[in-house]
RNA sequence: GCGCUCGUAGCUCAAUUGGAUAGAGCACUUGACUACGAAUCAAGAGGUUGCAGGUUCGAGUCCUGCCGAGCGCACCA
């Protein structure tokens, strides 16, 4: 009943507390911490107390950059906030601040452009790619579970979405000050070999399988479940035939390895074409002769019970039960991922195990983090299940079982090949467009996944996945080789000097300014979208101020403009780094 | 039936974690390349934030109840 929503709510609240004490952690650091400069500032005309969390920055320029509600003191003081307000700004003075207003019971504050600006750039000049860098985590190691398709199946875009927000999260922790260990879990163990086996023995054919692996493989897959409707007897043999290989049947062992290696080669192709790498391909098969100590752990600590023959952990009432094994004696999903559980903290000794897994799984999870915690390990709450969104297609789940399946390959393919076209028709004497290309196409295929929030499930489409124009990959790509494209062609220069800041170069500054706390946020929330948001943000300020300005035609200002644009190619660089996407210098 | 995740412009998504006039992109209309890259910029139009209550100075955001969508609910992973 109600107790399920009170359970997940707990861990809800866990969650938001964690990312709370790293903002925290951040804001007491030395990198930008403006909020808390105002802050301080504030606090000398007042004896309210005021904390990060009540300054925000206004949804409008003219308002200021940076504001305090005076509504919270209201009641306290027992005087209009609109009246604080007013004896607020009447008061506040520093000489970073060049003015106040007192509007409609909040305090705008505008900065002293000038001297923000100079603070900002040689920051970034000092700085360079390391600006962002922080070191929250403290050198502590965190396992990601990232992925992990299943063998003998082509690579879907299922499978995408885990493998893309998986790395940006390993980039992002590492520019965070963790250490992140990738670790692809590979599908490969299960009662779906068996099937496989038993379609292979019943309708395969050597040549064919040499031939095209994957294809046949599936194609056995997907014939499999077809008969398998009419003749149910299938599915007992498959299962038959698992327990074999578990056991360790010889002959059964070689074709699981040989279709094993044949899709590492394919999937392999595909890491190359993303440039996502791992610290470990340790599948489910590898656990195979590690289960049994688990086993026998639940078992001394009283934790199996009996029920229709197979066995089980009890995880609650209001949790179905963790099966453990079944009643033939093979394993489970969830015997490999406890078992696989506590030989990651042997091995790694994480500060914190994340699973970058769809949303369908958390149930999985659940139970996972329970029978841990129940077999006396405090470190279950380390573990953390990122859930995202499916990717359907008409509204309903793709299912590999049906045949009902996207290649990934084949989308990528297509995206580079579109981005050979735009090249072609653009930029023709471009030297290594293939190259290009394929970051620009494969940058695209990436944008377009961790642009928005991994919870959402993605209506599949096509057409808007390759799209180059608007809030796109390629658009922030595109940017940044203008941006490039002016360096290359202004003098070089080390000093520079500020006169005075137009509006469009300020809210560029102010996008510059806020990149370490974008880093802080994304990590902490596991969430590339925050950042991916971000560089679309800065890269709109860059354009506008380009559009709007004259950088290499006004002497006046152009040391200080090149080294807003260098600024700018260093974020806009690390943000896309940090989603996975090549940034060439030109396209 | 129960649980999880959601519901914001025609479409895809934002909204600084409860703050000011709910913002972008796509598509549509219009304007700008002898200033640095037009994969761009500038402008226009587009809204009862699924519905109904509640909490308070203030709700897209929190609470309750409906409606709708997707996913999950022991011998698959």
């Known amino acids: ?264 080669k394919e999937f392999q192709r595909i890491y190359d074409l993303l440039g996502v790498s791992y610290d470990s391909f340790q599948g489910e098969a590898y656990y195979n002769d590690k289960m049994d100590s688990i086993v026998e752990e639940l078992h001394e600590r009283n934790l199996l019970v009996a029920s229709d023959g197979a066995l089980v952990v009890d995880v609650g009432e209001h949790l179905p039960p963790c099966l453990i094994k079944k009643s033939d004696g093979a394993t489970l999903y969830a015997t490999r991922d406890i078992t696989a559980a506590i030989h990651r903290k042997h091995t790694y000794h994480f500060v914190k195990s994340l699973y970058v897994v769809g949303n369908e799984q958390s149930l999985h999870f659940e139970q996972l983090k329970i029978v841990l915690n129940k077999m006396g390990y405090a470190w279950s709450d380390a573990i953390q299940h990122i859930p995202f969104g499916l990717i359907l297609k008409d509204g309903k789940k793709l299912s590999t079982r049906k045949g009902k399946i996207i290649l990934l390959e084949e989308v990528l393919k297509e995206a580079i090949l579109l981005a050979e076209k735009t090249i072609e028709e653009k930029n023709p004497q471009l030297i290594n467009k293939k190259e290009v290309a394929k970051s620009v196409g494969v940058g695209a295929v990436i944008f377009s996944d961790l642009k928005q929030h991994r919870k959402h499930d993605i209506e599949f489409d096509l057409k808007k996945m390759l799209q180059t124009e608007g809030e796109t990959g390629p658009y922030v790509q595109y940017t940044f080789a203008r941006a490039c494209s002016i360096l290359r062609k202004a003098p070089a220069q080390i000093a520079f000097e500020v006169k005075d800041v137009n509006d469009y170069e300020w809210e560029l500054i102010k996008a510059l300014k806020q990149f370490p706390s974008v880093v802080l946020r994304a990590t902490a929330e596991y969430d590339p979208s925050i950042l991916a948001k971000y560089a679309v943000h800065l890269a709109q300020s860059f354009n506008s101020f380009y559009g709007n300005v004259q950088i290499m035609n006004d002497s006046k200002h152009l040391s200080y403009r090149i080294g807003l644009v260098q600024s700018v190619v260093i974020v806009l660089e690390e943000s896309l780094r940090l989603l996975g996407i090549k940034a060439p210098t030109e396209m």
């Open 1 to 264: 009943m109600a107790k399920i929503g009170k359970l997940s709510g707990t861990a809800e609240v866990k969650l938001s507390s964690h990312y709370y004490d790293e903002t925290r952690a951040f804001f007491s650091l030395g990198g930008i911490q403006l909020k808390k400069e105002i802050v301080s500032i504030l606090q000398r005309f007042t004896t309210e107390t005021i904390d990060d969390s009540m300054i925000e920055i206004p949804v409008y320029t003219h308002l200021g950059d940076y504001a305090l509600p005076c509504f919270p003191f209201a009641k306290k003081l027992r005087q209009s906030p609109i009246l604080i307000a007013q004896e607020l700004a009447a008061i506040i003075q520093d000489e970073s601040i060049e003015k106040t207003e007192a509007v409609n019971g909040y305090v705008n504050i505008f900065m002293k452009r000038k001297s923000f600006a100079l603070s900002l750039l040689t920051t970034l000049q000092k700085q360079g790619k390391q600006y962002g860098s922080s070191n929250v985590g403290a050198g502590g190691i965190v396992s990601i579970d990232m992925s992990s398709p299943n063998i003998a199946k082509p690579f879907s875009m299922g499978h995408l979405r885990s493998t893309v927000i998986g790395n940006s999260i390993a980039l992002l922790h590492e520019k965070s000050g963790y250490q992140p260990v990738k670790i692809n879990h590979l599908g490969d163990w299960g009662t779906q070999f068996g099937k496989l086996l038993v379609a292979y023995r019943l309708w395969g054919s050597e040549k064919k399988v040499r031939e095209a692996p994957i294809e046949t493989l599936l194609a056995l897959y997907v014939r499999f479940h077809e008969e398998a409707k009419i003749d149910d007897s299938l599915n007992d043999k498959g299962r038959a035939a698992f327990k074999s290989l578990e056991d360790g049947d010889t002959e059964a062992l070689a074709l699981w390895e040989w279709f094993r290696t044949e899709s590492l």
